[in-house]
């Protein structure tokens, strides 16, 4: 192979394809990438050639890309940054928007009541986010698109499946490792900048041995 190539497989496909079907709007593209490459270099081909990945499979709509803007924005962040508010990290388990209370969140294992609700606004991730945005990590935006994910009618299986979906992509989450990159390098990136946010990581599975390019921006 060359330095780096797409690895699709039926497996793969299907369980993006699932996702796209709940309501999921993150792009998620997988490479093997030559080993001789430098763990840094890896993820900045990765985070290249998901961009690419994206203008070649755009009919509808021209995406740009200033690959001089991508250059060195790179920067290690940890896997609690790269996850956000809406998951704890320490319980491993993910915190959602209410099904019934739709305005208040929850643990995805405990009951919609009054007593159960949680303020991530207390969260230190929440709270050392400067950006003005709506989303902030990659829980956020896999569970909280403009229009809505919904696996069942129960915040329990949203979020089980939120939790198996991690485990198929990443298998170990104190393993991975993770950069994140500018999202002023195209223009992809620009109608989540209105409110909704924008996500644009790179992630390396050791275990799977494969680099993970995740690119998301939405708007209603």
Known sequence: MGNIELFENKELI????????????????IFKVDKS???????????????LELQNNSPYFKIDFDENKLTGSGRKISVQEFLGPWFDFE???PILRGFRYLNNMFYF???????????????????????ELLTIGFAQAFLNPVHGFRVSNSIYETGKYF???CEFLF????????FKWSTDCSNYFD???????TLFCTVYNPKKDYYIGITASDTD
Not at 14 to 29: A, M
């Open 14 to 29: 299907n369980k993006l394809n699932e996702f796209d079907n709940f309501g999921g709007i993150i792009d998620i593209k």
């Open 37 to 51: 490459i430098s763990k840094y270099n890896s993820h900045f081909l990765t985070a290249k050639n998901s961009i």
């Open 91 to 93: 319980l491993k388990k």
């Open 109 to 131: 294992d405990m009951e919609e009541t009054d007593k159960n609700i949680i303020n991530i606004r207390d969260s230190e991730l929440f709270k050392s986010d400067t950006s």
């Open 163 to 165: 939790i198996d979906f």
């Open 171 to 178: 298998s170990d989450l104190n393993k991975i490792e993770i």
């Open 191 to 197: 109608d989540g900048k209105e409110f909704w946010g």
